[in-house]
């Protein structure tokens, strides 16, 4: 948010008491477009009944820009439809640069363009739009833009709703500015007396329930000692991490109140989908093996991506990655699965030794890292880890903390707060399959080593699964909520 000079942050303010007074901000219950009730609303779409206003918001995104030219550089640009269309027009005039259009309807007639205008392919165009909610609308015009040859590397828009839009843009390769976010402008009303500040209260716990929101903590324990890493509640560790990967999943683990990671280990892409939408709201992270699933297909996975931004959740590739860098970077960023352009998390065999994390890194795709997990130690019966072999480990993911954002483990192997623990091997029925896997409870793997646990066929082959799931999500959580209170 640009709020950088005094002058701006008054002009800001007076801004969004205009909006309010135009009717453009809104208070009350209004339905998002997934589905979610709201207390506030913003509907920029009013601007284009006051001129002067609508030409206030395109001087506001034109500054964004100009500021930013260092780093956004923008040949054409796209006004997200239908919204933003007709302030991307003003900024065009502003900014002297071209403008495309992307129809959401494709006509059954004429040339059945889904973007009109001067298209050339390489060209880097900048989406222009007025909200940001979970960043869906805004990778819906990317898309479309992406397939004519146009290059989508930059957002710029008017609010920030702060429910993850720029994280998960920024995992499709685009960066997000905003001129301001919804907590601004609550206390921009509020300051104003607009906003009776129970109201606000009552806003800040929507948006604290929708979206990751880092509050730091002291992480010191009453007699003043240290908290070791169990002790610390998932948002204080969320504070310790640079991982992009790590510090997002401690925060939607806190605001979800789910530590649980499913292992859709199903053939099906239907089936699998399926999961995904029924047990979403219940997991912070879906993990699959690309390589099982009959059928996978680029229409996959924009389906799960969908289903992820919908549930909040991370796609979790379990692919143990285990070669010499050159391999892994084509594994990783090729071949059939294209695994970079879609997996939030890798799993990672250390064994390679730090080639294998170079590797991943020259593969990469999105913005955020490679979210690498660490297998430090697996589940099943005769797994080889030996002492040495878990201390490389720990010293391979201290050495990388951009890259790695975790470990599979089965004990308690680190000290550091900065990593996300998961443990495999876990189920209500101790008793283990036929082909090595050990199972422990959710309760036992949490108390002793790990931060999420990742359930399988305790879920997948469940009479029901969604109960399942929420079964398990309550029992790791509580479990989690036990630790950290001693
Ligand atoms: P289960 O159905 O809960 O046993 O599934 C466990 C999943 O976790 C499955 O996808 C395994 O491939 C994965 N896994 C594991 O079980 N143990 C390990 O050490 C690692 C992964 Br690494």
Known sequence: MDTSSPATIQSLDEIILEFYAAGVIKLGQYKLKSGVMSPIYIDLRELIGFPKLLNTAAQLLHNVIRQKSSSISCDVLCGAPYAAVPVCTLVTVAQNIPMVMRRKEVKEYGTKKAVEGPVKDGAKCVIIDDVC????????????????????????????????????????????????????????????????????????????????????????????????????????????????????????????????????????????????????????????????????????????????????????????????????????????????????????????????????KKGQRSGHGIGGALIAEMSSKGALPNKENVAATIQMAHDHPEDIMGYICQSDIDDEPRFVRMTPGVHISEAGDTLGQQYVLPETVIENCADAVIVGRGITEAFKPSEAARMYQTRAFEAYLKRTSQ
């Open 133 to 360: 909610t979970s960043g869906l609308s805004i990778m819906e015009t990317a898309t479309d833009l992406r397939k004519v040859g146009l290059v989508v590397e930059h957002a710029v828009i008017l609010l920030d709703r702060e429910a993850g839009g720029p994280f998960n843009l920024q995992n499709e390769g685009i960066t997000l500015h905003s001129v301001m976010t919804l907590s601004y402008v609550c206390q921009t009303l509020v300051k104003s007396g607009k906003l009776d500040p129970k109201m606000a209260k009552q806003i800040e716990q929507f948006m604290a329930s929708q979206a990751p929101d880092p509050k730091p903590q002291k992480v010191v324990n009453g007699n003043g000692l240290s908290k070791t890493w169990k002790q610390q509640s998932f948002s204080a560790r969320a504070e310790h991490t640079s991982n992009a990967v790590a510090k997002h999943l401690f925060q939607l683990m806190d605001r979800k109140k789910s530590n649980l990671i499913v292992a859709a280990d199903l053939t099906s892409t239907e089936a699998i989908l399926n999961l995904a939408d029924a047990i979403g709201p219940n997991i912070c992270a879906f993990k699959i093996h690309a390589d099982i699933i009959d059928g996978f297909s680029e229409d996959f996975v924009s389906k799960l991506k969908e289903l992820s931004q919908t549930h909040r959740f991370l796609i979790f590739e379990d692919r143990k990655f285990s070669d010499i860098g050159s391999t892994v970077a084509r594994q990783y960023g090729g071949g059939v699965f294209q695994i970079a352009h879609w997996a939030d998390m890798v799993t990672i065999q250390p064994t390679p030794g730090p080639a294998v994390i170079e590797g991943l």
